[in-house]
């Protein structure tokens, strides 16, 4: 199993980044995928998460109204949508999956809203 990030980036507040998350090694389009972030000093939290059909199951309150996730099954990708970007949302991000009893997670990519 690989999953790997990217997409992420320097931002002013207010902009916009699309995260997205390429896997290989399973059948992608069977399995729940997640994003997770982490901030310096902070735990890591699941910021959104998405069934193998598509229906977003979480969605972190902050980032309500404001990010979307998505899948496209074809292309073995999930995407983060990240709209009206703040400085608290500044973080790793992750893409992760669990396949057969254990969690996979990629390197990350690193998203920073500064002013």
């Known amino acids: 199993v690989q999953l790997v990030e990217s997409g992420g980036g320097l931002v002013q507040p207010g902009g916009s980044l699309r995260l997205s998350c390429a896997a290989s090694g399973f059948t992608f389009s069977a399995y729940v995928m997640r994003w997770y972030r982490q901030a310096p000093g902070k735990e890591r939290e699941l910021v959104a998460a998405i069934t193998s059909t598509g229906v977003v199951t979480n969605l972190e309150d902050s980032v309500k109204g404001r990010f979307t996730i998505s899948r496209d099954n074809a292309k073995n990708t999930v995407y983060l949508q990240m709209n009206s970007l703040r400085p608290e949302d500044t973080a790793l991000y992750y893409c992760?999956?669990?396949?057969?009893?254990?969690?996979?997670w990629g390197q990350g990519t690193q998203v920073t809203v500064f002013s």
């Open positions: 992760n999956t669990l396949f057969l009893g254990y969690s996979y």
